[in-house]
C-alpha cells in the first residue's frame, strides 16, 4: 500500500509539473501572439497616419475639384489593399496561434494519457485479485476520453480551416470589388 501511495504522489507531482509547463506554454503561445498583433496595428497606425498626411496635403492641393475627386479615387485603391493586406496579416497570426496551441494541446495530452496508463499499469501490478475487470474499465475510459479528444480536435481542426478559408473567401470578395470602382474611376 505504501509503494501506491508513493506511486500516486509522485504521478501527482509530475501531473502538477506538466500542467504547469502546458499552461506556460498556452501562455506564451497568447503573449507571442499578442505581441504580434500589437506591433502590426502600431506599424499599421504609423504607415496611416503618414499616409493621410501625404494625402491630406495632396488633396488641400488640388487646384480644381475634378483634381481633387481623381486624386480621392486614386487613393481608395492603395488604401483598400493596405486593408486587405492588414486583415491578411491579421488572420495569418491567428491561424498560426491556434496551431501552435493545438499542437501543444495535442502533445500535452497524448503525454498525460501515456503517464496515466503506466500509472495505471504500475499500480495493477500491487492489485488484489479479482480487480482485472475494474482496471481494465479504468482502462477503457481513459482510452475513450482520448477518442473523444481526437475528434474534438479533428473537429476544432475543421473548423479553424473553414474559418480561414471563409475569412480567405471575403477578404478576396473585397478585393474584386475595391478594383471595379477604382478601374471605373481612372477611367
Do not use: C, W
Amino acid at each position: 500500500m505504501f509503494a501506491t501511495q508513493e506511486q500516486f504522489t509522485a504521478a501527482a507531482k509530475t501531473n502538477f509539473e506538466t500542467q504547469f509547463a502546458a499552461f506556460s506554454a498556452f501562455a506564451n503561445h497568447a503573449f507571442e501572439s499578442a505581441t504580434k498583433i500589437a506591433d502590426l496595428n502600431l506599424n499599421a497606425a504609423k504607415a496611416s497616419f503618414e499616409e493621410s498626411s501625404a494625402a491630406t496635403k495632396q488633396l488641400l492641393a488640388a487646384k480644381d475639384p475634378q483634381e481633387f475627386f481623381a486624386l480621392t479615387a486614386a487613393q481608395a485603391q492603395p488604401s483598400a489593399e493596405k486593408a486587405l493586406a492588414y486583415g491578411r496579416s491579421l488572420v495569418g497570426i491567428a491561424s498560426s496561434t491556434q496551431a501552435e496551441i493545438t499542437k501543444a494541446t495535442e502533445a500535452h495530452i497524448t503525454e498525460q494519457s501515456r503517464k496515466v496508463l503506466a500509472l495505471i499499469d504500475d499500480v495493477s501490478k500491487n492489485a488484489p485479485a479479482g480487480s482485472e475487470q475494474a482496471i481494465a474499465l479504468v482502462k477503457s475510459a481513459i482510452g475513450n476520453a482520448s477518442a473523444g479528444y481526437e475528434q474534438f480536435t479533428k473537429a476544432a481542426k475543421q473548423a479553424a480551416e473553414v474559418l480561414q478559408s471563409n475569412v480567405s473567401n471575403a477578404v478576396d470578395q473585397f478585393a474584386k470589388s475595391t478594383t471595379k470602382p477604382a478601374a471605373r474611376a481612372k477611367k
